[in-house]
């Protein structure tokens, strides 16, 4: 029997090339040999947009739709709404015992995303909700109602994967062994830097390409990348690897251009603004079958929609068949 995979993403937007790099295409690696549970984590995207649940309701069709153009197939993985499924908020709850409030509050993912919002919690998280403090509970009850064994993330879930683990083995050792614990893959790719050479790639940095970007975004942007800074003129020798345009030519173009731009580059027969030009050729091309496969979803929303119920109908199955266990191990099967 093929393992479970499970795992999430919050509908607040777009991907962009990060998301594709960073976990989109180690998902399409993993979708022939799991059972794949991917969940639209709508409860969780509105623990920091509560206030704004047109934005989270928009992106769950959005994101829906990106990763079904990454090459994501509806019939090997499940595609589900987080909030349709009731037993995960019920787990959530069961769960809140077996974690101190104090433990949530040296989570690091928790810790470094509050200090990120302080419109929101405040300057010092002083003003931090009941309901973001507790996130990691609610994403442990995500990954266990599912029974969710593998649980591809980037590196700055882990300790959202470990504070799960913890929760698991406290309910197992009061209520019997009834939960599994999950164990993470890493997605084998880096993380991605921004057009700019900033780490983060992110739209209110405006460093990053997203999947749906048409050729004139894509153009303006490429055109803005960060190249050597010590290349004044056109032939003057530089350096590839502290130029961005080099860096994204390495993730869409293919290795015989890659080679070439290098060496060009190095021995100064190439210009900056040539190589911008045949980076936005690359990266249309690298786009187009990506955005073709989009187009059809965005022409059929029906079938959106149809993806979407019929994986959360198969998630709502499969959460229920463990709330029974779950339930008669706490002795609340009435
Ligand atoms: N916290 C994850 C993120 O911000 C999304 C997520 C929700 C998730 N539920 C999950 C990831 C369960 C892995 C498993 O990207």
Redesign the pocket.
């Known amino acids: 029997m093929k393992k479970t995979i499970?795992?999430?993403?919050?509908p607040t937007g777009n991907l962009h090339l990060g998301h594709y790099f960073g976990a989109g295409q180690n998902y399409v690696r993993l979708q022939d040999d799991y059972d794949f549970y991917l969940?639209i984590?709508d409860v969780?995207a509105l623990t920091d947009n509560f206030d704004n649940p047109e934005k989270v309701r928009k992106n769950v069709f959005e994101i829906t739709k990106d990763l079904l153009a990454i090459g994501l197939d509806p019939n090997k993985v499940h595609f589900f709404i987080?909030s349709q499924i009731p037993e995960i908020a019920e787990l959530t709850v069961f769960y809140s015992n077996l974690v101190t409030v104090a433990r949530l509050q040296r989570n690091p993912t928790v810790k470094t995303e509050i200090s990120q919002k302080k419109e929101l919690f405040g300057n010092n998280g002083e003003s931090i909700t009941y309901g973001f403090l507790g996130?990691p509970v609610?994403?442990a009850a995500?990954?266990t109602a599912f029974d969710?064994e593998v649980?591809?993330?980037?590196d700055?879930?882990l300790p959202?994967?470990e504070q799960c683990r913890e929760i698991v083995r406290k309910f197992n050792s009061i209520y019997g062994n009834v939960l599994k614990e999950p164990q993470q893959v890493l997605s084998k790719t880096t993380r991605v830097k921004g057009l700019d050479g900033n780490e983060k790639m992110g739209k209110s940095l405006g460093n990053a390409i997203y999947l749906v970007d048409d050729d004139e975004t894509i153009r303006t942007k490429v055109m803005g990348a960060v190249t050597d800074p010590s290349k004044i003129k056109k032939d003057d020798p530089a350096n590839p690897d502290v130029c961005m345009v080099y860096y994204y030519h390495k993730l869409v173009n293919n290795e015989e251009n890659i080679n070439k731009i290098c060496s060009e580059c190095k021995q100064g027969s190439r210009g900056c603004v040539q190589c911008k030009k045949e980076l936005i050729e690359a990266m249309k091309s690298f786009l187009e079958p990506i955005q073709e496969r989009r187009k059809f979803y965005e022409d059929n929303p029906e079938e959106v929609k149809k993806v979407l119920e019929e994986g959360t109908k198969a998630a709502r199955e499969k959460a229920m068949a463990k709330m029974c266990e779950i339930k008669k191990a706490m002795k609340i099967d009435y």
């Open positions: 499970l795992t999430g993403l919050r969940e984590a969780q987080q996130y609610s994403q995500d990954i969710g649980v591809p993330v980037g700055d879930q959202l994967l």
